[in-house]
Nanobody, 118 residues
Framework: QVQLRESGPGLVKPSQTLSLTCSLTGMPISREHYRWTWIRQPPGKGLEWMGFRTSTDNTFYSPALKSRTVISRDTSKNQFTLRLDSVTPEDTGVYFC??????????WGQGTQVTVSS
């Protein structure tokens, strides 16, 4: 059974860097044609696609977040990570990791709450 699980700090101070990890079980992260994706949902708003890294290590980011976002992966740990720099309270929300096979959503984590506050 394939599962994705997010982990990371629930509280981050403004101007700091947010780092989240998505742990994959049940399949190797090196599997071809997958897009390892981060998505978030601010309170009271819809889902916001943040970006992804492909199995061939190409990356694509939301233009609105590109300057502050890095998505990387560690094949030895079967994980991929999100780094978001210079956070503000507007970065508060639930963060999800997901796996797309091509453009089709295949697996989805339960999400982790992140609050940006001093």
């Amino acid at each position: 059974q394939v599962q994705l699980r997010e982990s990371g700090p629930g509280l981050v101070k403004p101007s700091q860097t947010l780092s989240l990890t998505c742990s994959l079980t049940g399949m190797p992260i090196s599997r071809e044609h997958y897009r390892w994706t981060w998505i978030r949902q601010p309170p009271g708003k819809g889902l916001e696609w943040m970006g992804f890294r492909t199995s061939t290590d190409n990356t694509f980011y939301s233009p609105a977040l590109k300057s502050r976002t890095v998505i990387s992966r560690d094949t030895s740990k079967n994980q991929f990570t999100l780094r978001l720099d210079s956070v503000t309270p507007e970065d508060t929300g639930v963060y999800f990791c997901a796996a797309f096979y091509g453009s089709a959503l295949t697996f989805w984590g339960q999400g982790t709450q992140v609050t940006v506050s001093s």
